[in-house]
């Protein structure tokens, strides 16, 4: 048994060192340069084609719909604030105010479409009330004509212009398979709002709305939306504008680690597939777009299948998932997969076992979540680990106590090898794309080493904003990608001495980035 304990942990280790992961992140990058220019299914465009100056300013309301929760709030953009210090807090650039959230229940979910539009109205409008009566002011002075709304949605949808999207099927729970018009399903649903209402009674939904308190304030502004787009935009967007108040540094990446994975990055026209091209309003205006890369679709694991990096519990994973073979990257390296691939691997190596039985509730496909690994097996001591563990994975009846010292020291182990493989597999995948759009180099084996002379106040510094619950949350993933991007930058390329690649949380980067975008609406709208 500890022969295959060594082997399994092993065949997830083996690739976490510098040789493999440079020669992993040259592969990513031969791969992402291909797909870019030959696959409309990858790098695609978005009506984003141009990045915040760090001098936008004005006020936003700002949503972000997620698969679980809404959130809004009103957004502040100071742009260049005199006399700024330039080690002050980037952030300060930005003031957020009535910052409210709501869960998205089952209900809404599977209603039709005009009731989900209709309760986001309701929050909507519980927001904007709250800061008229806060203020004590009308509509007009507090926001002029009409307040610009910037929105961020988790969800497929089909862009050509910034401000239009058609909402594509949701999936995550929703029952919303049809095409639709996301602007003008959010306008409708916020509209009945924009006259005051007969009786305190007048909203349509339980539950999960907003409060019914009589509002000071009868007339509520119109709202225009200025901006529509995903999470990983959103986050590339919110840092991409505060970093401006900062020397030598700029975004240069926006990543999303959570429950699943995607990056977005700014890319020259000439290195796309032509069609991609054709799909902005202006391509003929424009030299740069920021590009939703999908990287986690079919296509993407090549250079993980070339390295033989995949081990069987991946493709067994990968087999018995809901869409198999379409995200194999996602599989290997995002929340809603880590937990499982322990669980399977814990399974294989003790249920040959003919002396235990396995807990039936361990047997159970994604019965083990991410999100315990994280929040106890990571954390937990071993007392209360094993406490845990009792509970929710009891011993057989017919058995003796399942849950030894040995056995949990086992999973562990297990669960610390899976995630440190997801942190230097997103690691090598970040080089990679940063050496595709010729950020920075990764170069032959007599490149390697860098010179090191470079005083720290010449360093470029170029951020990749993150945001995601796996990335922020799991004990060691950040630092472990941290350490292993220094590693293959510095590694990859003389060349590379002059800069330094940071990892930053782009904190709120949906709510935040939707403002930001709103706030650029002349720009690339």
Not at 291 to 300: A, K, L, P, S
Not at 357 to 381: C, K, M
Not at 432 to 446: A, N, R, T
Request: aromatic fraction near 6%.
């Amino acid at each position: 048994m500890e022969h295959n304990v060594k082997a399994a942990i092993s065949t997830f280790t083996d690739c976490i060192n510098e040789e493999t992961l440079l020669e992993l992140a040259k592969g990513f990058s031969a791969t992402y340069h291909d797909l870019a220019k030959t696959s409309t299914e990858h790098f695609l465009v978005t009506p984003v084609t141009a990045l915040p100056t760090g001098k936008e300013s004005g006020k936003f309301l700002s949503i972000d719909v997620g698969g679980t929760n809404l959130r809004a709030g009103l957004i502040e953009l100071l742009g260049e604030l005199d006399g700024q210090d330039a080690g002050e807090e980037p952030l300060s650039k930005i003031k957020r105010s009535h910052d409210k959230s709501w869960p998205i229940e089952e209900h809404l979910k599977m209603d039709q479409a005009e009731d989900l539009f209709a309760w986001i109205g309701d929050c909507i409008a519980e927001v904007i009330e709250e800061a008229l009566n806060d203020a004590s002011t009308s509509a007009d002075s507090m926001f002029g004509e009409e307040l610009l709304l910037g929105i961020t949605f988790s969800f497929p949808m089909a862009q050509t212009r910034l401000s239009e999207a058609t909402l594509l099927p949701m999936g995550k729970g929703f029952a919303i398979t049809s095409d639709l018009n996301l602007g003008k399903m959010l306008l409708a649903g916020y509209a009945r709002h924009l006259v005051e209402p007969k009786t305190n009674g007048d909203r349509r939904h339980s539950g999960a709305n907003p409060s019914t308190k009589k509002r000071k304030i009868s007339t509520l502004p119109k709202i225009r939306i200025a901006a529509i787009t995903n999470d990983t935009v959103a986050t590339f967007a919110s840092l991409a504008y505060a970093v401006k108040a900062a020397p030598n540094s700029r975004v240069a990446m926006g990543l999303i680690v959570g429950t699943g994975t995607n990056a977005t990055v700014p890319m020259k026209l000439d290195t796309l597939h032509p069609a991609k091209v054709k799909e902005l309003a202006d391509p003929e205006g424009v030299e740069t777009v920021v590009i939703n890369t999908e990287w986690t679709i079919r296509g993407t694991d090549k250079a993980l299948v070339e390295l033989n990096i995949k081990t069987k519990w991946d493709l067994e994973l990968d087999r018995n998932s809901s869409a198999p073979g379409f995200q194999p990257f996602e599989y290997m390296t995002a929340g809603r997969y880590l937990g499982e691939i322990v669980r399977l691997v814990f399974v294989d190596l003790f249920s040959g076992d003919e002396t235990t039985e396995l807990p039936s509730s361990l047997t159970i496909q994604n019965a083990l979540p991410t999100r315990f690994l994280s929040e106890v097996v990571a954390r937990a001591d071993d007392e209360t680990l094993t406490r845990e563990l009792n509970k929710i994975y009891p011993s057989p009846l017919s058995a003796c106590i399942f849950w030894t010292p040995r056995r949990v020291k086992v999973l562990q182990d297990l669960a610390f090898s899976v995630q440190q493989r997801s942190s230097a597999l997103i690691a090598a995948a970040c080089v990679g794309l940063l050496h595709c759009v010729h950020e920075i180099q990764i170069g032959d084996s007599d490149n390697h080493r860098g010179n090191g002379t470079h005083q720290e106040e010449d360093l470029e510094e170029l951020v990749i904003a993150y945001a995601g619950g796996t990335i922020s949350q799991y004990p060691k993933w950040l630092c472990t990608c941290q350490k292993w991007i220094n590693t293959l930058v510095t590694k990859g390329s003389a060349a590379n001495a002059s800069k330094r690649v940071v990892l930053k949380e782009a904190l709120d980067g949906g709510i935040i980035g939707a403002g930001v975008l709103a706030g650029m609406t002349d720009d690339i709208a």
